[in-house]
Each structure stands twice: as C-alpha cells, then as structure tokens.
C-alpha cells in the first residue's frame, strides 16, 4: 500500500475563475520578465533579447497542461497589460501573445499525446516529451517574432540569427524550468520520505546548497570572474533528482532561477550592450542542460522505485499465497480440540503445562482467523503479543519480564498485521536465549509528529547475523514488509547502548 498523498490542489469549479487565474498568473509571469529586463538594460539589447528566460512559456503550457487544452484563448489577453504597463504598440503585443498561445498549445499537446501526461510528470516518456517540446514549441515564437523586428525596421536583419538562439533557449529553458514545478505544486507531488524533521531539513539543506553554489556560479559568471565555475550548479541537482523526484528538482531549479535573476542584479549592468547576448545565451544553454539532465535523471529514479515496487507487491502476494495455502491446510477446529484434549488430559496439578496448552490455543487461534490480512490495529497487534509472550514467560519463569507503555491514541492506528512479533522475538533471541541472566524487554508505542514512533529494547548485548545468534532473516523480512507498504516513509533502526539493544519503527499515521 502506498503512503496516502495530501489531496491536490483543487482548481475553482466555475470556467471562468479559472479563466481569471491562468490569465492573472500567466500576465504576472509576462510584466516580471520585461520589467526586469527593462530595468536591467533600458537601452534594449538586439532584438529584445534581454529577456532571460521568458517565464510565461512555462506558466503556459503548465495551465494547459493542467486545466485543459480548451483554455488557450485565453493567452490571447496577455497582450493588453505589457501594452498598457511596458508600453508596447499593441499591434506588436497582439502578434507576441498569438506567439505565445500557439507555443503553449502546440507544447502542452506535445506533451499529452507524446509524452502520455495524465495528471504529472511521472514516467522518462513524459519528461522526455517535455524535453522535446522545449526545443520545438518555442520555434513559434523564435521564428516570429525577432522577424517581425527585423522587417519593421526596428533591428537590423543582421541581429537575427543571435536572435534565434536567445529566443529559442530563453523560452525552452523556462518550460523546463517552470512547467514540472507548476504541475507538482498543484498536484502536490512530493516524495514521500520519513515522517520525522530530518526529511524537512534534507530538503531545506539541498535548497540551500543549490541556492548558495548557484549564485557562486553565476555570480563569478556576470562578475567577469569566468565560466569555469558554472558547472557547481549540477551537483545539488542531481541529488535532488537522486535522493528525491521531479517535484524537488524541479524547486530546486527555481531556485536556480532566482540565483541567477540576483546575480543579474548585481553585476547585469556592468557588462556591454552588445556583449550580453552571447553571455545570456551561455547562461540559458547551461541552465537548459541542467534542468534537462536533473529532470531526465529523476524520471529514471521514479522508474527504477516503480519497478522495485512492483517486485516488492509481486513477492509480498507469493508470501501472501504461501500462507494463506499453509493456513487452508490446516483445520483450525481439529487443531484446537485437540489442544483442548490434551490440556483436559493433563492432571489438575500440572498448572504450568495446562496454561501453556491455553496461551498456546489462543496464539493460534488469533494467528490462523488472520493469517490472511495485510493490516490490522495496533490493539489487536498488542493483544496477539501479549499471547505469544504469555508461552514464552511460561518457558522463561522469571527471567524475562515484559514492560508496555502504550500512549494515549495509539492503539487505533493501523498497521501491518504481526509487525511487533519478529521485534519481541529478537529481543528475547539476544536478550535471553544468549546472554546470561534476566532480560527486562520494553515496548513503547506513541504518536507524534504525525507518526507512530514504536520502540522494542532489551537488556543484552545485540549479536550481528552470522555469530551464532541468527540469519537475520527475521529483520530484513520486516524492512521488507514496511518498504511494500510504506516506501521510504517508514525507518527501522538499530541502535546498541551499553548493555542493550533498541529497535525503533516510525510509520506514518
């Protein structure tokens, strides 16, 4: 079973809110883009490239992508705000917001036919259309648009080949860019990872690192320090894309986006007009390989969980089979009469071996009624214990004493059906059977940060698998079961203070 997701964002129900809030959000990304070129170069660079990365191609075909291929036309409003706010003759702005609603239809169409999009970037298919249809879609508008400002006069025909390569790598890199991270926001794609601060904080340190090695980059590049050093933006990508998915890799790669929008800042205007196209199209090229190859490289980790996972189901469903074929096999009624028979043939002063006849019974009867169900709650899971331990402190006496502290709330939680027994049963191997002396076992169950923190400890001394003490088959069958039915948002972990040993389970609640 998969963790559940948070639902997704839900888009307004009526056609023209959302209308309203892919048109506000696409002209946001519009009037941010020039006005920030605008204040970087006032001047204009060749052919109006001073537009970096043109954010709205990547808000466009997200909306599309998203909301449908039916909403297109509304792209067509985008040409009144940056006329009446920048400037621009609106028969030129009409022309680019054409541009741009073709672009965007023609990519998000790529993309879903293709790519096979359904509701996220998911599988390589999809993330490779999305690849391809960020070098053709922009074809549109890169073809159009500079030749329009050739033939008007307005540059010269000379500028138009640089003019090619801006445009296409400008509006390219920001489907790359912003595209997959629009769609995962919505969508809330998110790997899930163990309910504990350390995933928060994983998180937070690689946005940092790719925050504060981006800007070292990019800063030394528009500073004139050099391009050696644009490469130290790949490696916080690429782990994100390792380590997580294609939403944290593409937020990642916003934060690129921002890293190099503040290094412009600071260092935009100290360079020569005419020297910046070629420095602009370094900085799209790069950035276009490193959100290609950090997207590419998360679509084939996403590919290779899938695949394990269905291994995982594959060999959890034998193991399924096997028991519940053992458990048909056996006639539960024969069996606990005939346990019945002998504790009724025993004598009376014969205390000892009666019970354990009893407690046995009870074990079995529990273990053979669901032997065939994958999830139970953790009072029932207590309950099935409590019997096993009662035969095992009628083989032990004294030497082993059994603690529970179970918090408040607990006991309703669900989870996989006899998770607790292989922990009991290892503490009592290691903490009994071989090492000397009394074995005092605690289990702890509580609830927070929703979680469900269980913990086993027993006096002794832990014994690796292959000394004598065991194959370890027991704990790796366990973290087996909790990566089926959690994937990596369950820990189990190992820990061996002084004159004890300590297995503690996290499960999300």
Known sequence: MRPMRKPPFKFPQQPWLRLLLFSLLSNAAILFTSLFGLHLWPERLPVNSQNVFWLASGVNVGGLLLLGLRYWPVLLLNAFP????????????????????????????????????????????????????????????????????????????????????????????????????????????????????????????VLLATAALSFLAFDALFSGRGMNLAFLAFPPILYAAVRFGIGETSLSLAVVLASIDAALLLHGRHHPVEAMPALLWFTQA??????????????????????????LEASLAAEQARLSALCYQINPHFLFNTLNSIRAALPLQEKTAREMITSLSDYLRSTLEEGDRTWCLLRDELHHLRDYLRIEQHRFGSDLAVHFEIGPGTEQIRLPTFLLQPLVENAIRHGLEKNPGPCHITLCAAR??????????????????????????????????????????????????PGAVQISVILPV
């Open 448 to 497: 927070a940060d929703q979680a469900l923190h269980l913990c086993v400890s027993n006096t002794g001394a832990w014994q690796p698998p292959g000394s004598g003490s065991g194959t370890g088959t027991g704990l790796r069958n366990l973290q087996h079961r909790l990566r089926l039915c959690y994937g990596p948002a369950a820990t189990l972990e190992i820990d061996k203070p």
């Open 82 to 205: 940056i006329a009446w706010v920048v400037g621009e003759p609106l028969e030129f702005c009409l022309l680019g917001a054409c541009a741009n609603a073709l672009e965007a239809l023609f990519g998000a169409w790529l993309i879903g036919k293709a790519g096979r999009f359904t509701t996220r970037f998911d599988s390589l298919r999809s993330v490779g259309a999305l690849v391809v249809a960020s070098l053709l879609a922009p074809l549109i508008n890169t073809l159009l648009i500079p030749a329009y400002l050739c033939a008007t006069g307005q540059y010269a025909w000379g500028e138009y080949v640089q003019a090619l390569g801006n445009w296409n790598l400008s509006n390219g890199t920001a489907i790359l860019l912003l595209t997959p991270l629009l769609v995962s926001v919505v969508r809330r794609d998110w790997t899930p990872l163990p309910p504990t601060g350390r995933a928060v904080s994983e998180r937070g340190v």
């Open 286 to 311: 790069i950035t276009w390989v490193l959100a290609a190859t950090g997207l590419l490289v998360a679509a084939l980790g996403s590919e290779r969980r899938r695949a394990e996972r269905r291994s």
